[in-house]
């Protein structure tokens, strides 16, 4: 458990992304004193005001905290950032291009520019998901371009922290992953960490970077399996929720992760199995298991489509209220959202879509533009529609008042893709209510 070696460590953090960003606030937090740098001009002037430029709980008031106690500050110059820091995090982001690769070219790009500001030894640790192999790039790059007198190491350290509940989890993870190769290198990691209590795992490089996609890419395949398991329910009668309880319950399956639904979206499961697929391709192996899982989670959406259509057969100029827009709760992400592909085969059947989200239509605007439309609360996108489409869990939807919303609508259909309502209590408010998994009464 780590807790025993905490020390202070100036430390920078490159990119503040939602990853860069919660990680560079919370080793503020836990005392250490951190450089924040993007190269993004708007983000580094909005955090050195104090404020957030994503939806985080829990981030805005500790980005006050670390500033106001000056453990905590924000720079374009990552240059100025390096030299004046003795670890140096890598948090850029690392898209999976078309053909499954991941597109290395930020962090190649931060990797050089790091090693031209070294000034002394540094550990450069790297965030960014990457594929097996991808340190030792990063080392040679780093190598390539500092100066040789000066030494490194480098290190991966994997991040699982969930948006929507990032600064919780990175604050008490259930472990931290430390590959590294000096001894040296690993000793600061568990001073930087020192305070957290959690088990450290120490491992070589390559098992670290295969330790977070084979994570991502198994949770992934929980989601789908017992996607797969709602059709069968849907098919025979059996109740999803009352299935994945009881397999959950066995510690052998664990109950996280078995919430069936519209398929997984976010800026990292797709990709993260994407990539993992394409490294076991050039690993010579073809991991048509994640294949399988990718089609499954596609073809949820294309079975919610369904739905909708088997209550609506014509979508022509139909009005369709969504609620729900951002990949989960929690957060105004709406990187491979769900929501983005059932709208868009809901257009393609000339459906009129007017939705709402309690954070993330200003950057659902950018995907959809004049698409579709927005309104400022559930109960406006509710009048005179056809049907409800719930696409993502807000707990503000727990308190829809349904009487109102019924004399709102133009006919009484939810299709809810979260599960979010009893069948038997929509039943009885006089509803046709489908979800996923479950009877339709
Ligand atoms: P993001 O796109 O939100 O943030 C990346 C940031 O890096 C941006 O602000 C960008 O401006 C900045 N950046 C890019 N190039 C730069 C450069 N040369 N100099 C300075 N700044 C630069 O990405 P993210 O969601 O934070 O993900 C970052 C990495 O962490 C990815 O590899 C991702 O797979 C991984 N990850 C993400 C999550 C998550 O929940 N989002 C969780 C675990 C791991
Ligand atoms: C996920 C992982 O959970 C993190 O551990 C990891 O650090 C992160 O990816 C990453 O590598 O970036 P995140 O994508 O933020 O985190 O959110 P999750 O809570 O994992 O949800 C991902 C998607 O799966 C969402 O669309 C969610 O609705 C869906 N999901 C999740 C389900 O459909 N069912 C579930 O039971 C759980």
């Given at each position: 458990m780590a807790s025993v070696n905490f020390r202070s460590i100036n430390i920078c953090v490159i990119g503040t992304g939602y990853v860069g960003l919660v990680t560079g606030v919370c080793l503020a937090k836990i005392g250490h004193s951190v450089i924040c740098v993007d190269n993004n001009k708007d983000k580094i002037k909005k955090l050195k005001k104090g404020i957030s430029p994503i939806y985080e709980p829990g981030l805005s008031?500790?980005?006050k905290e670390?500033?106001?106690?000056?453990?905590?500050?924000?720079?374009?110059?990552?240059?100025?950032?390096?030299?004046n820091s003795d670890v140096v995090f890598v948090c850029v982001n690392t898209p999976t291009q078309k053909n499954g690769k991941t597109d290395l070219r930020y962090i190649k790009a931060v990797s050089r520019e790091i090693a031209k500001a070294m000034n002394g030894y540094k550990v450069i640790v790297s965030k960014s998901t990457i594929a097996v192999g991808t340190?030792?790039?990063?080392?040679?790059?780093?190598?390539?371009?500092?100066?040789?007198?000066?030494?490194?190491?480098?290190?991966?350290?994997?991040?699982?922290?969930?948006?929507?509940?990032?600064?919780?989890d990175f604050l008490h993870p259930d472990r931290i992953v430390i590959g590294a190769e000096s001894e040296k290198a690993k000793r600061i990691m568990e001073q930087i960490y020192g305070?957290?209590?959690?088990?450290?795992?120490?491992?070589?490089?390559?098992?670290?970077?295969?330790?977070?996609?084979?994570?991502?890419?198994?949770?992934?395949?929980?989601?789908?399996?017992?996607?797969?398991?709602?059709?069968?329910c849907e098919k025979n009668g059996g109740e999803i929720e009352e299935v994945a309880l009881a397999m959950g319950?066995?510690?052998?399956?664990?109950?996280?992760?078995?919430?069936a639904g519209i398929g997984f979206g976010g800026s990292c499961f797709p990709k993260d199995v994407a990539a993992f697929i394409?490294?076991?391709?050039?690993?010579?192996?073809?991991?048509?298991?994640?294949?399988?899982?990718?089609?499954?989670?596609?073809?949820?959406?294309?079975?919610?489509?369904?739905?909708?259509?088997?209550?609506?057969?014509?979508?022509?100029?139909?009005?369709?209220?969504?609620?729900?827009?951002?990949?989960?709760?929690?957060?105004?992400?709406?990187?491979?959202?769900?929501?983005?592909?059932?709208?868009?085969?809901?257009?393609?059947?000339?459906?009129?879509?007017k939705a709402y989200d309690p954070v993330a239509m200003e950057k659902a605007k950018d995907i959809f533009k004049n698409k579709i439309t927005y309104g400022s609360n559930m109960y406006e996108v509710m009048k005179g529609a056809n049907?409800?489409?719930?696409?993502?869990?807000?707990?503000?939807?727990?308190?829809?008042?349904?009487?109102?919303?019924?004399?709102?609508?133009?006919?009484?259909?939810?299709?809810?893709?979260r599960n979010m309502f009893s069948p038997e209590k929509m039943a009885n408010l006089g509803f046709e209510y489908y979800s996923i998994g479950r009877k339709k009464l």
């Amino acid at each position: 458990m780590a807790s025993v070696n905490f020390r202070s460590i100036n430390i920078c953090v490159i990119g503040t992304g939602y990853v860069g960003l919660v990680t560079g606030v919370c080793l503020a937090k836990i005392g250490h004193s951190v450089i924040c740098v993007d190269n993004n001009k708007d983000k580094i002037k909005k955090l050195k005001k104090g404020i957030s430029p994503i939806y985080e709980p829990g981030l805005s008031s500790l980005i006050k905290e670390g500033i106001k106690k000056g453990r905590l500050s924000f720079s374009e110059d990552i240059n100025y950032a390096v030299k004046n820091s003795d670890v140096v995090f890598v948090c850029v982001n690392t898209p999976t291009q078309k053909n499954g690769k991941t597109d290395l070219r930020y962090i190649k790009a931060v990797s050089r520019e790091i090693a031209k500001a070294m000034n002394g030894y540094k550990v450069i640790v790297s965030k960014s998901t990457i594929a097996v192999g991808t340190s030792q790039k990063i080392k040679e790059i780093m190598k390539r371009h500092h100066h040789p007198k000066l030494k490194f190491d480098i290190v991966f350290n994997p991040e699982f922290l969930r948006e929507g509940s990032a600064v919780d989890d990175f604050l008490h993870p259930d472990r931290i992953v430390i590959g590294a190769e000096s001894e040296k290198a690993k000793r600061i990691m568990e001073q930087i960490y020192g305070s957290v209590k959690t088990p450290i795992i120490f491992t070589g490089i390559e098992a670290s970077e295969i330790i977070k996609h084979a994570s991502n890419a198994f949770l992934a395949t929980k989601i789908s399996f017992i996607n797969t398991v709602s059709n069968i329910c849907e098919k025979n009668g059996g109740e999803i929720e009352e299935v994945a309880l009881a397999m959950g319950l066995d510690k052998r399956i664990g109950k996280d992760f078995l919430k069936a639904g519209i398929g997984f979206g976010g800026s990292c499961f797709p990709k993260d199995v994407a990539a993992f697929i394409r490294v076991a391709k050039d690993s010579g192996y073809d991991f048509k298991l994640l294949k399988e899982v990718q089609r499954i989670n596609f073809n949820q959406r294309e079975q919610f489509v369904k739905k909708v259509q088997s209550l609506i057969p014509n979508l022509k100029n139909k009005k369709i209220a969504v609620l729900g827009l951002s990949f989960k709760p929690n957060t105004d992400d709406m990187r491979e959202a769900p929501s983005i592909d059932i709208i868009k085969m809901l257009l393609v059947k000339k459906a009129v879509i007017k939705a709402y989200d309690p954070v993330a239509m200003e950057k659902a605007k950018d995907i959809f533009k004049n698409k579709i439309t927005y309104g400022s609360n559930m109960y406006e996108v509710m009048k005179g529609a056809n049907a409800v489409l719930i696409l993502t869990e807000w707990a503000d939807f727990l308190k829809i008042d349904f009487k109102k919303a019924k004399k709102l609508l133009r006919s009484p259909f939810i299709i809810d893709g979260r599960n979010m309502f009893s069948p038997e209590k929509m039943a009885n408010l006089g509803f046709e209510y489908y979800s996923i998994g479950r009877k339709k009464l």
